[in-house]
């Protein structure tokens, strides 16, 4: 009975950390609005210098936060599927993904480029102008775990029928073992390296930047993290990993991001070509690998309980996601007439959406049928 407690409390431990990447998701956002980084449905460029606040701030957030998104979803795969079996794994990941992403496109991505179209001055019709400005914003998170989970599923069935096991046949959660002890921090410096190796390859084909058309992608440069994360995830639930990972790695793990900031951050700004390149795809990789520890290990241990608060942000943290950019561009576009610095919008808007934006997850989740998606 305890170690079932124990085990329930800690999976709410990853629940508030979703909730808490949720969050950063609308603050990023809200920090594109007002930086120099013109890549949101509503911009206002920066006019003073704490625009480059806003700039670092994005910097870091994308560094980590969206690989972490991807670990936390490799973890709960595995499981999952044990209970569903492949093809029901498959038609909910299909259902819970691809529908909010068809939602997105067709009905809400209309009403966030509207303020783009209008201050364009209308040259076109903004039937042309929504096909020629197509891509599904946010969303693409649900595009490329849609093909994780075909990609995860596949394997599954391979895997299952090389060892003669009958597909969708529970595995369970394996008991924990020294043999399957977690990571240490070497082998997460080595993981880390090894990470950093394969983006700034991956980077020579793909560069920082690069747009990938239709599919909408933001930074197809990071599929490397994603895949690494999401994959380590998966193991994490089966070894136990996050109940398991120990405190002083997580304090070493924060230790490890900050050496990051400090060393191959700077060096990458002060380098040019190659060099630039290895010192970025570096920092990314630890700053990445040492906070996800860090942060896993932090929430585990100071942040594994649910109040009613906690269990409405955490049921409400994926609708949240889905519809959060129509949020941001109304409260924006409603204080475009304020005149202050751009790190003062930020924190306003800020502080005004992250409530709008649940409570508007509350009303869609209300609609019948809604929570069978969201």
Known sequence: MTTETRSATRLLAVDNLRVVLTALVVI????????NIPVWFYVEPARDPSGLALDILVTLNQAFFMGLFFLVSGFFSPGSHDRKGGRAFVRD????????????VVLLRPLVTLPQYLAQGRDMPYAAFYLRTWDPGPMWFAEVLIVFALAYALWRRMRAGREGAREGAPEGRPEVTARQSPPSVRSLALFAAGLAAVTFLWRLAVPTGTYVPFLGLPSPDYLPQYVAMFAAGTVAFRRG?????????GRLGFVIAAVAVAVPLPLSVLTTGAPSWAATALWQS?????LIAGLVVLFRERFDGQGPLGRFLSAHAYTVYVVHPIVLVGVAVALRGLEAAAVVKFALVSAVSLPLCWGLAYLVRSIPGARRVL
């Open 28 to 35: 990023h956002h809200v920090a594109v609005t007002y930086g």
């Open 93 to 104: 990941r299909l259902v819970r993904l691809g529908i909010p992403l068809l939602v997105f």
């Open 241 to 249: 990993w996050f109940e398991r990972l120990p405190r002083r790695t």
């Open 286 to 290: 630890f700053f990445a690998v040492g």
